[in-house]
T-cell receptor, first 113, second 114 residues
Framework: AQSVAQPEDQVNVAEGNPLTVKCTYS??????LFWYVQYPNRGLQFLLK??????LVKGSYGFEAEFNKSQTSFHLKKPSALVSDSALYFC???????????FGKGTRLSVIA | ETGVTQTPRHLVMGMTNKKSLKCEQHLGHNAMYWYKQSAKKPLELMFV???????ENNSVPSRFSPECPNSSHLFLHLHTLQPEDSALYLCASSPGTAKGETQYFGPGTRLLVL
């Protein structure tokens, strides 16, 4: 069965510093990986996804993520954090076959001015 | 705006009430989804519709009844809910149900069951 783990409930970072939000996954085949962001009182917004090809994926708002097959990870990164990046971030994975998209529990990012 | 709208945004209902949540997508997508988001739990997929046919039902209690009259609209009919059903209900749509398709979410309906 497929699963995804976000090991940190909360990440705090100072504005202007690089940020990383961690995600690891478990699938039986090749994964399809997604990152979403949720701002207060809003739905989830798509940031980026990895399907195939280049391991470094660039997405919206300056975010990027690197697919690492050997470590089964798909960490979200940004070189310079903004206060407006403060939100709840979700990693999601989908296996091959007729399986649903499985979400992690989410990581709350706080960027402090 | 993601092109997916949900109404109402907030709903308070008693356990004996009947209410409906509405979702509309303006993206020309063929698949629509209902998710439940509870505090400190992963998103739970409830129902999936593809081309107006239900293709997934994740053991959801019968007090939740979905309806998809066309590919742009999705409803979730609620009756005799329990307090533990209080949550944020999110609707999403995608072009199809293929594995790499991106799902686009609405803002959600915050439901409180008293």
């Amino acid at each position: 069965a497929q699963s995804v783990a976000q090991p940190e409930d909360q990440v705090n970072v100072a504005e202007g510093n690089p940020l990383t939000v961690k995600c690891t996954y478990s699938v039986s085949g090749n994964p399809y990986l997604f990152w979403y962001v949720q701002y207060p009182n809003r739905g989830l917004q798509f940031l980026l996804k990895y399907i195939t090809g280049d391991n470094l994926v660039k997405g919206s708002y300056g975010f990027e993520a690197e697919f690492n097959k050997s470590q089964t990870s798909f960490h979200l990164k940004k070189p310079s954090a903004l206060v407006s990046d403060s939100a709840l971030y979700f990693c999601a994975v989908r296996d091959r076959g007729n399986t649903p998209l499985v979400f992690g529990k989410g990581t709350r990012l706080s960027v402090i001015a | 705006e993601t092109g997916v709208t949900q109404t109402p945004r907030h709903l308070v209902m008693g356990m004996t009430n009947k209410k409906s949540l509405k979702c509309e997508q303006h993206l020309g997508h063929n698949a629509m989804y209902w998710y439940k988001q509870s505090a400190k739990k992963p998103l739970e997929l409830m129902f999936v519709y593809s081309l107006e046919e239900r293709v997934e039902n994740n053991s959801v209690p019968s007090r939740f009844s979905p309806e998809c009259p066309n590919s742009s609209h999705l409803f979730l009919h609620l009756h005799t809910l329990q307090p533990e059903d209080s949550a944020l209900y999110l609707c999403a749509s995608s072009p199809g149900t293929a594995k790499g398709e991106t799902q686009y979410f609405g803002p959600g309906t915050r439901l409180l069951v008293l």
